[in-house]
């Protein structure tokens, strides 16, 4: 039987890739991903586990904005340490990145802490911590 072993990688297209490249830039820099490979057209960030890429939107995609609630990619969270690593890429989005936050940190479901934020086209992502209140217990 075939099996999953895990997600290797997502590609997004941006409309601005310059801007996007530096804002993702950025924001893989501060959770400590590195650049795996980079074209012209193309680029890629690892923390050893799994890659994340963009590149640029054709020209008839550029002229149509994403918006929430379209068939497609609805988020992407990223799994963090702690609690306190969520508060702190919140710190990071609002002050650094000056990046949109639609929902401040917070907890979203029972023991299920998160930050959800907006890329520069408006594609969200989430920064997220999952259990840590159940292991505390255990």
Partial sequence: MV?????????????D???????????FL??????????????GWTNGKTRFWIGPAD??????PYRIGD????????QLRSRKDVD???EFLRDELKATIVD????????????????PDGLKLEGMKYGEKSRKRA
Avoid: C, M, N, T
């Fill in 88 to 90: 702190a890429l919140q």
């Fill in 30 to 43: 501060f959770l400590g991903f590195e650049i795996s490979d980079e074209y012209d057209d193309a680029i």
């Fill in 17 to 27: 890739y310059e801007k996007s490249k530096a804002f993702y830039g950025k924001l």
């Fill in 104 to 119: 401040p940190a917070g907890e979203y479901y029972e023991d299920y802490y998160a930050v959800f934020f907006l890329d």
């Fill in 71 to 78: 068939v497609g990619f609805h988020h992407y969270a990223f």
């Fill in 3 to 15: 099996r999953v072993v895990g997600i290797d990688h997502l590609v997004i297209r941006v409309s």
């Fill in 59 to 64: 020209a008839a995609a550029r002229q149509r």
